[in-house]
């Protein structure tokens, strides 16, 4: 089982803010082991996504912007019979993305 499917049986992180935070990471992350100048920029970016995103939506977690416990199998039939994965997920990523193309600038 990959990262990704265990970080979602979590109900943990949104998978648009996922993306977002390894976007981050992948621009201004390390390059070498001791350039911590490069976690010094990743945290503070980081910080202002979640900030800008918690402004936006409240939450960061799945589970919380769902409003259901994405850890397990019923919380996941929830939110898909709710239509959440179609309704209000594409504005989360929508919203990531806008976030991230401001905090990469």
Same mark, same amino acid.
């Given at each position: ?23 981050? &990471?992948? *621009? ?15 945290? !503070?970016?980081? $910080? @202002? ?25 019923? &919380?996941? *039939? ?15 990523? !929508?919203?990531? $993305? @806008? ?7």
């Amino acid at each position: 089982m990959n990262l990704f499917a265990i970080i979602r049986m979590k109900g943990s992180e949104c998978g648009a803010i996922t993306g977002a935070y390894m976007v981050i &990471g992948m *621009k201004h992350g390390k390059t070498a082991e001791s350039d911590s100048r490069a976690d010094n920029e990743t945290f !503070k970016r980081l $910080a @202002e996504f979640n900030k800008q995103f918690k402004a936006r939506h409240k939450y960061l977690t799945c589970s919380e912007l769902l409003e259901t416990d994405m850890g397990t199998p019923e &919380g996941v *039939k929830s939110a898909a019979g709710k239509g959440y994965f179609t309704s209000r997920c594409p504005g989360y990523v !929508k919203t990531a $993305a @806008e976030i991230l193309e401001k905090v990469l600038a």
